[in-house]
Structures are given as structure tokens and as C-alpha cells.
């Protein structure tokens, strides 16, 4: 997991009076990942958690949380850099950096993360015979062929 690297790599520089360091949370990379899994085109709108969202396409590995972590950062640093800000108070008018300011949220504490996706060049299904190499925990579904 990139939890120290990322956390330590990303870094908003704003003169604020009461931002909070931001640590790694097991618990709530977990809650991501679940999160992550149903591959959300939204946010969660999860009682008292706040998400950055972010999307890419690329040949490199899913599970490589160093890279997408490195790269999600630097996207939404960009978001603040092109975008600016207008003011500090949330509303209509930031709508331009809405995925990024749950990281840069002066009491956000807490980070978990999670992933989920394809990737470019990866075989998505394979051909042959139905069901007959259902995944550990599944059986045929003779009626469909599927393993379920």
C-alpha cells in the first residue's frame, strides 16, 4: 500500500489556522475498497465521510496504488492550481474543484483509499467451454452457464 508515501507526497501549500495533519486509516481504506468495488460514477454520500474521486485509463497495473495514488494527487493539485480558489467557503461556484477538496478540507484527518478498474491490455474474459473454471467458492449455474 502507497498509505505513508501517499500521504507524505501530498501536500496543498495554503496558510490556513487550523488544518489537520491527515494519517492512513486501515479501517477506512477498507470502506473505500468496498466502496471502489461497485465502481462508482458518483459519490458515496456516506454519513459523515467525504471523498476525492478519481478516474483514469492506463496500462498500468490496478492494484498499483503507488502510481494512482501519486497520480489522483497530482491531478487534483492541478484542479487548485488551474482553478483556483475564490473562496474558502464551499458552494455552487467551486464546482470546477469538487474532487478535489475533501483532501484539502482543513479537519479532514483521516485517509483510506481504494481501487478498483480495468486495465488496458488485459484479457477480460476466457473463451471456452461454460463453467468449467468457476473461481474457488462458486459452482455452475447449469440453467445460464455461468458460475455463480
Known sequence: MFSKDFITNYTIT????????????????????????????????????????????????????????ARASQLWEEEFQQYGWDSTTMDDNASNIKDATQMAW?????IGCGLKGNKIGAEIYQPGDTCTACSAGLTCETASGLCA
Open 106 to 110: 482543513a479537519e479532514t484527518g483521516l
Open 14 to 69: 495554503v496558510l490556513t489556522t487550523k488544518t489537520t495533519r491527515e494519517t492512513w486509516d486501515s479501517s477506512l481504506a477498507t470502506s473505500a475498497q468496498a466502496f471502489a468495488e461497485t465502481c462508482p460514477t458518483n459519490h458515496s454520500n456516506a454519513d459523515g465521510l467525504g471523498e476525492n474521486i478519481f478516474f483514469s485509463y492506463s496500462a498500468t497495473d490496478k492494484n498499483s496504488l503507488d502510481y494512482y495514488g
